[in-house]
């Protein structure tokens, strides 16, 4: 047998025949850290959990669920009551979605169905990019010089008492910081439809509109639904534009124009000059159920966007 | 035979429970050219793949029985110093993006941290650079990326990078199967004139490409070795009549 | 039928001419924006406010500690996520089909909905409790954790496109494993991954919720991690709220450096995505 001849022809490559159980270790190892890596980043995510749920447990063992529905904030008394914060964020989070909806809805379908290039729709993507990169304290910080002088004067003109800050303001700024997200989902929704069943549409003779208003959107009504919820889930945690502009009042808002405080800049004000245990694990509890809704809009609105995907 | 180089006996190959390959016995003489010739899904590129222990990087792939590498067993040693020897080009081109030319024949080396000084790895990149006859189009373009190459260039520069590793055996996996006929015929030329310094085992569906380049043929058909032996002898009396058949064109 | 189709197309053109004033609608604001911070922080902008501390109110100060902050934080909150991300985002292609993998991947989408002021407070309850102190580390950890879901997915999506040919090109060399995914398919998509960890930056740049609690703010410059520290977004979250108008008309300034700060971020981002892309 030749055998010599055959094996390694060049020293180096033979060399490389003692260095084989070093390499299974560094092999090992990296898997190591891959593996650890992962588990580091899910430690991360039920730490923030269960940090959550560990912080806020006299005030879970205080207040129970009477947290959730009663209206009274008061750190003097020890008395706290989520309820004012739970309306104020939920009713800045829908006006928001309201007010955004039409323009969002509107840009996307432009988008992706009348104008796919050409300098309107560039200057438009840029847009829409551009607004979804400005920070959230500069959306404040404009709503505060700007936009609060002009609800004011609108709100002298229709009678109501002329905070300028407050439920409608805080909306305002709300749905202009979620059109970009709002608008680049609807889009995604929108090419989640088959093109052939488009093409079908046009083929019978339909007019644009009638493809959107009978193919289109019954076709993408779910993810036209988790579009919503997921930019819900934008809004609702939203913190330093809203504080700026809400009003920071602890009672439940009376109409559209008062004041009011959401659970996120309720925090924001209120964390770090709580004193006492209890005021502190109540500023927490609300954070856990910040972290609850978060999860639960997330995981049905993702769900659902899934599932759009795979059917296609 | 003296000159065996590999030696399969008693070879299976299956995944999961699917049994790919059954009980193919072949012997491979060093320094010719052997095509693997069969209809798609008979298993031939899965043969292939387990000669240089690639076709156990699937999940649920497992073998049984020996290939057995100039007399020892490559199933015993580590697959890593297997594959080294053995090379292998693909299907499609497929350069490192991120390399330049240079780079590219010399990533075995670097991959596995081979340290040469620079006079050894200039020799070795232009030796097989030469070997794979695309020296001359592009010892000017050394320092660019790859990916500008023309796919029959980029497969040629593939074949460099296997040769540069010097290794006993090149396995071809339908190495023109995406290229023009043009490229083709340049890289069965390369294959004829490499195959006096190394031993080549191409595997192809197209019937004329394995008569033109390979000294001896093997005829897989869903699994089973039918035949093996000199391309000439079974080109033109082929013993068993589904290879007959193959060659005739009534099926595959 | 001549009729019907006539109102057929009127209504089509109606709903068009609709849509497109909704859509032009949406720059308005943006105009708004810009224009207001450009026309009141253009002024304030000199050599003078980018290079001195901030001074009592009376006299002129400068935002040179929250430059410095913000660049610090930035910059030890991406020391944090990148390994952590690489990895993680490595793992989940590699091992796309097991059971970790399908957790990570469900958990980072839910780390990118949790709202950044809970994470502000976790990093309180995690880091400022023990040491006592509010720092420039804990709020560099809630930026990190905030980079992380995104630097997860952009690699992970990137790795996904680096075709399985490649892999297979390595370990056909005798690569080992390990070696393929770093020098090879790692290196192949370090566009997109670059882009990713840049995009991140960008987005966590301008957070302020997760800072109010963590690097809190602080009137001088500090180079301690165990120290707080003020960022540009604290900076003008205080000056904005104060009663004060020569700190609201810094708060202008500010915002235009942070938002330049950003865009040019972002422009990075674009620029790598199209000009270092990788080819296969």
Redesign the interface.
């Known amino acids: 047998m030749n055998q010599t001849e055959i094996s390694c022809k060049d020293y180096r490559l033979r060399n490389l025949d003692e260095q084989g159980s070093s390499t299974t270790r560094k092999e090992t190892l990296f898997r190591f850290f891959l593996i650890a890596a992962a588990i580091i980043s899910v430690s991360i995510v039920m730490g923030i959990f269960v940090s959550l749920l560990f912080g806020s447990w006299k005030s879970i063992n205080e207040f129970g669920l009477n947290f959730i529905w009663s209206s009274t904030w008061n750190p003097a008394a020890k008395q706290f009551g989520a309820l004012p914060f739970i309306i104020g964020t939920l009713s800045t989070s829908f006006l928001a979605l309201l007010i955004s909806a039409p323009f969002s809805f509107a840009s996307a379908i432009y988008l992706s169905l009348y104008l796919k290039n050409g300098w309107f729709s560039g200057l438009l993507k840029f847009s829409v990019e551009l607004l979804a990169g400005i920070p959230s304290i500069i959306y404040g910080f404009w709503g505060l010089f700007v936009l609060v002088p002009i609800v004011r004067s609108f709100e002298i003109k229709l009678g109501f008492i002329p905070y300028g800050v407050g439920v409608v303001t805080a909306s305002i700024i709300l749905a202009i910081m979620i059109i970009p997200f709002a608008s680049s989902m609807a889009s995604e929704v929108i090419k989640l439809v088959p093109q052939d069943l488009k093409e079908a549409g046009f083929a019978m003779g339909a007019t644009r509109f009638e493809v959107i208003k009978n193919i289109i959107l019954p076709y993408a009504s779910g993810g036209i639904f988790s579009g919503i919820l997921l930019a819900f889930g934008r809004a609702f945690g939203e913190t330093m534009a809203v504080t700026m502009v809400i009003g920071n009042s602890n009672i439940i808002p009376k109409n559209i124009f008062s004041p009011a405080n959401s659970m996120a800049s309720v925090i924001a004000n209120e964390f770090t000059e709580a004193r006492g245990n209890l005021y502190l694990s109540s500023l927490i509890e609300i954070g856990l159920l910040l972290f609850i809704i978060s999860f639960i809009v997330n995981a049905i609105g993702n769900r659902i966007m899934k599932k759009m995907t795979v059917k296609k | 035979m003296?000159n065996d180089?590999l030696k399969i006996e008693n070879f299976y190959a299956y995944y999961g429970t699917i049994c790919i390959l059954q009980n193919i016995n072949l012997r491979f003489t060093?320094n010719h050219a052997i095509s693997i010739l069969g209809p798609s899904g008979c298993g031939k590129t899965t043969l292939l793949r387990c000669i240089?222990r690639?076709h156990e990087?699937a999940?649920d792939a497992s073998i049984k029985g020996k290939i057995l590498?100039?007399?020892?067993d490559i199933y015993d040693t580590?697959p890593?110093?297997?594959?080294?020897?053995i090379?292998?080009v693909?299907q499609?081109p497929?350069?490192?993006?991120?390399m330049n030319i240079y780079d590219n024949v010399i990533?075995?080396y670097?991959?596995?941290?081979?340290?040469?000084k620079r006079s050894e790895s200039d020799k070795i990149v232009e030796e097989s650079l030469i070997k794979a006859d695309l020296w001359e189009q592009v010892r000017d373009n050394l320092y660019k990326r790859g990916?500008f190459l023309s796919g029959g260039q980029q497969q040629r520069l593939?074949i460099a990078?296997?040769l540069a590793?010097?290794p006993?055996i090149l396995l071809l996996d339908e190495a023109t199967a995406s290229l023009d006929p043009k490229a083709t015929s340049n890289i069965e030329k390369l294959i004829n004139q490499l195959k006096h310094s190394i031993t080549i085992i191409v595997v192809t569906h197209n019937i004329a490409q394995a008569a033109r380049v390979s000294d001896y043929t093997a005829f897989l058909y869903s699994g089973e070795l039918i035949e093996f032996g000199k391309t000439g002898d079974l080109f033109t009396i082929p013993k068993d009549k589904r290879t007959e058949e193959y060659l005739t064109g009534k099926f595959g | 039928m001549e009729k019907r189709l006539k109102v057929r197309q009127i209504k089509d053109k109606l709903f068009t001419v609709v849509m497109a004033l909704f859509s032009i609608a949406i720059i308005l604001p943006l105009f708004f924006i810009i224009f207001y911070i450009v026309r009141n922080g253009a002024v304030e902008i000199d050599w003078h406010f980018i290079t001195s501390l901030p001074k009592p109110v009376g006299e002129i100060g400068g935002i040179s500690n929250a430059i410095v902050g913000t660049t610090e934080l930035i910059g030890i909150a991406t020391l944090i996520a990148i390994p952590i991300a690489l990895f993680t985002g490595i793992y989940m292609k590699e091992f796309e089909k097991s059971k970790l993998a399908a957790v990570v991947s469900s958990l980072t989408d839910l780390l990118q909905g949790v709202p950044s002021i809970v994470i502000g407070i976790v990093c309180y309850l995690w880091i400022v409790l023990p040491l006592r102190s509010f720092s420039l580390l804990s709020g560099s950890v809630a930026l990190a954790i905030m980079m992380l879901p995104m630097i997860i997915k952009s690699t992970y999506h990137s790795l996904k496109l680096v075709p399985d040919s490649l892999k297979e090109a390595s370990l056909a060399l005798g690569t080992p494993y390990y070696r393929t995914v770093m020098k090879v398919i790692v290196p192949a998509a370090s566009s997109g991954i670059i882009t990713g960890i840049i995009l991140s930056i960008s987005r966590v740049a301008g957070e302020t919720a997760p800072l109010l609690f963590t690097a809190f703010g602080n009137p001088f410059m500090n180079l301690n991690i165990t120290k707080p520290v003020n960022s540009l977004p604290l900076l003008i979250f205080n000056y904005a709220t104060s009663p004060f108008s020569d700190w609201q008309k810094q708060a202008w300034g500010a915002s235009l450096i942070l938002i330049i700060m950003v865009s040019a971020l972002n422009l990075a981002s674009k620029i790598m995505e199209h000009k270092w892309k990788t080819t296969y």
């Open positions: 003296e180089i060093k240089n690639m990087l999940d590498l100039s007399g020892k580590e890593m110093l297997i594959r080294r020897r090379g292998m693909f499609k497929n350069p490192f993006p991120t990533a075995g670097k991959l596995n941290s081979i340290k040469l990916t593939c990078r296997a590793m010097k006993d």
